[in-house]
Every structure is written in C-alpha cells, then in structure tokens.
C-alpha cells in the first residue's frame, strides 16, 4: 500500500500495487481510494466531476474543513482484512496517528517515504518502463486517470525524477497524489518476494 496524505487541499490517496507472477511474468494491478474533506470537494466542483466520482465511490469526501484521517486508517484496516498486504509505505507528514492506529489491529511492514526526488527516482522509471511494457492494469478509477493526465514528471539538475503537479497557477485543482501513492507502493511491489514472511516495523 502507498499513502500520500493531504489535510485540506490536496487529495489524500491510498494506493494498493498487488503483484500477480502466474504468468512467469511480474504483474501489477493498481487499486485506489481517494479522500478529501467536505470544504475541498465544494470547491472541486467547479472543476471536476467530483460529484459523479463520489457517486461511483471513487472518492470519499468527509465533512468539515480537513480530512478525516480515522476513515483514512478504517481503509487501511480493511484492505489488511481482505488482502493479503506484506506493507504500507507512507509520507511522514501528518501520518503518524493513522500509522499507529493501523499498528493497533495490523501487524504489517510500515516504511517511510520521504517525498523527494532522491526516493523517486528508482521507482518511477521502473514504474513508467512496467506502464509502457502493458504490465500494469488499474480498476479505472477515474480520480487516478484524471491525475495521471496532468502529471508531470520533472527532472532535477541530478537528473533524478518524481510526478508533480503542475503549475498551480491557472489549474489550483490538480493534484497528483494518486500517481505519487502509486509510485510509493510500487518501490516496494517492484522487489516483491513472493516467500517472504519477515515483518519489520518502522515507526
């Protein structure tokens, strides 16, 4: 699981990568939720197609002015129950409660992720090169396909790269954390071990 997590403005996305090695060949499938709080998806209306997204359960809006990081976790709990999650890689910022709740009902690998291109690097080639290779499938969230259309992917002076949003000037709607969150869970689908059991904390 990858969870890029927002307050107020941008999105809160929570991103399965599952890993599918029957054909021989390493297979992805993306699954993702997406949350914003009640203030926010007013104001997506002008927009977006939140509404209709919110009708096909594409995105859950929480009341008030901040996302409600207890459904976040509840989520979280829940893909634990019905799928067999080997880890949950995070942001850092403003992740700590939902961790420790997840933690409370869940013993899974929880990794850090923080947000720079250093981390990215690695992940979103591969990523991108598995995209182009027809090795990744998605449940046609429409959330994540509209992210996925504005997402820029800028290269430092390094030459290392990470999907960003772009300029907020004239689009302050769009946001890229579903792409972020995908890239997230799969530095660690990438290097799936399908007989590894080991469980290793990391809070």
């Known amino acids: 699981l990858g969870l890029d997590m927002a307050s107020c403005v941008d999105l809160a996305a929570l991103v399965a990568v599952s890993v599918d090695t029957s054909s021989g060949v390493q297979r992805y499938q993306v699954r993702p ?3 914003t709080c009640g203030d926010r998806a007013a104001e997506l209306r002008k927009w977006t197609a939140i509404e209709q997204w919110e009708k096909q359960g594409a995105i859950t809006a929480t009341p008030g002015p901040a996302i409600n990081q207890t459904a976040v976790a509840n989520a979280i709990i829940e893909l634990c129950e019905e799928m067999d999650v080997r880890g949950l890689v995070y942001d ?3 992740t700590q ?3 420790n709740e997840v933690l409370l009902y869940h013993t899974i690998d929880v990794i850090p992720f923080a947000q720079s291109h250093e981390n990215y690097h690695e992940p979103t080639d591969s990523f991108e ?3 182009k290779s027809g090795l990744v499938s998605h449940d046609k969230n429409p959330v ?4 996925f259309r504005h997402a820029d992917c800028v290269k430092t002076t390094h030459d290392r790269k990470k999907p960003l949003k772009p ?3 004239g689009a ?3 946001t890229v954390d579903g792409v972020q969150a995908c890239v997230m869970a799969y530095s660690q689908a990438m290097n799936f071990d399908e007989s590894a059991e080991e ?3 990391y809070v």
């Open 199 to 201: 469980v290793n904390v």
């Open 92 to 94: 850092p910022r403003e």
């Open 33 to 35: 939720s997406f949350f």
């Open 167 to 169: 300029d907020p000037v």
């Open 97 to 99: 409660n939902i961790i």
């Open 129 to 131: 090169a598995a995209v």
């Open 144 to 147: 994540l396909a509209w992210q």
């Open 172 to 174: 302050p709607h769009k």
